[in-house]
């Protein structure tokens, strides 16, 4: 292929065709002329050299001018452009579900691959999956985690600053017995449950911030694994242990007098002067009906669920994406809520892990931290000793 810019040569007999050819066409030309006088041409635009550029969007296909193009179903486009499968992705992308042989008792969501579209509180309008995503990551882990670091932070200042609520009276040496065997065993039970339950699944919410960077990939792995699986059996356990918790003690947790002065003057913590109250005061109140039983019922409710173990339920992705955003906010506020009542139950107040230990209080820790409950056992009203055991080496008031 010869370039254009190189000159042609021909021979001579070529030579006298081509102007012979020329020579005929001009002559044709002036004899089609008008006889009268014209204005000139206007001037030709001139061309553009190279290659011009075009928007792609700009571009349509020529099966594009098919009628009902846009609404094709995947085989007429098949007809028209084989290959093109956009009409079956537009319908993964809305939702629609395929084919699929798979019962809808075993399997409610087969044949669908991407779900449609919602708008959970705290996400945007997109495909379930991924405004499950961002309530998950955008709102239930980072404040999650700042709620349970801020209640723990706070908890070691008033420690740092108060110390532990200590006993200013001598011990009498007799004995009021504050809990039963049994209330005790279904106590222990219920947090040894709700321990598992709080590591296990702070664990896999929140460890791979701060153990996968120390322990690996591999180890972190096996521990979420392990402590996975313990999350799914303590489940059970806590459910059960925290029906009979409600029932062992709804009697003394009831609202009575001297609540509402208990809570405006908040126990009396910071002045240092406990404010009277029955076996349990309003702060064990508030833990009792706010963790115990509303969020406890909201906790077992939804962990149920997650784990499946409600019939006659249709376990789809949505289902279990709003149980576990249920599930998530309302251990992280049972969490926050137990940690003050495991801090006054153990470090925070003297004698009170005694109490729940052997199940037995000094005379003198019962008149000041529950003065109205250790004048009704004094006037009578309520047994000194509730079970038949006694507890060895010691003298129970009667």
Known sequence: MRHPTRPIFLSGASRVAGLLLAASCLSSAWAQAPATPSAPPAAAPAATAGIQSANIMDVKPEASAEPGYASQTNGERGKVQPGNNAPMWRQVGAGVSGFSSLPPSQAPEAGNLIQPFVQYPGSSLTNAGEAWRQVRNNWLIPYGGALLLIVLGAIALFYVSKGTIKQHGANTGRKIERFTPFERSAHWSNAIAFCILA??????????????????????????????????????????????????????????????????KGGGLLSGK???????????????????????????????????????????????????????????????????????????????????????????????????????????????????????????RV
């Open 199 to 264: 590591i296990s699944g702070i664990v896999i919410a929140f460890g791979k911030y701060f153990l996968l960077p120390v322990l690996g990939l591999t180890l972190f792995g096996w521990l979420s694994y392990a402590l996975k699986n313990l999350h799914n059996f303590a489940g059970p356990v806590f459910a059960v242990s925290l029906v009979i918790i409600f029932v062992t003690f709804v009697r003394d947790n009831l609202p009575s007098r001297g609540d509402l002065t208990w809570l405006l």
């Open 274 to 396: 406990e404010v009277p109250s029955h076996r349990f005061n309003a702060g064990e109140k508030l833990v009792f009906w706010a963790g115990v039983f509303a969020l406890g019922l909201v906790v077992v409710g939804s962990g149920f669920v997650l784990d499946k173990l409600l019939p006659g339920l249709s376990y789809e992705r949505g289902t279990m994406q709003i149980a576990h955003m249920v599930h998530a906010a309302a251990t992280v506020l049972m969490m926050a809520l137990f940690i003050g009542h495991i801090y006054i139950g153990t470090i925070g107040m003297e004698g009170a892990y005694q109490g729940m230990k052997t199940g037995y209080v000094d005379e003198t820790w019962a008149r000041e931290h529950h003065e109205y409950w250790a004048d009704d056992i004094q006037a009578g009203r309520i047994p000194a000793q509730r079970s038949e055991a006694t507890a060895p080496g010691q003298t129970v």
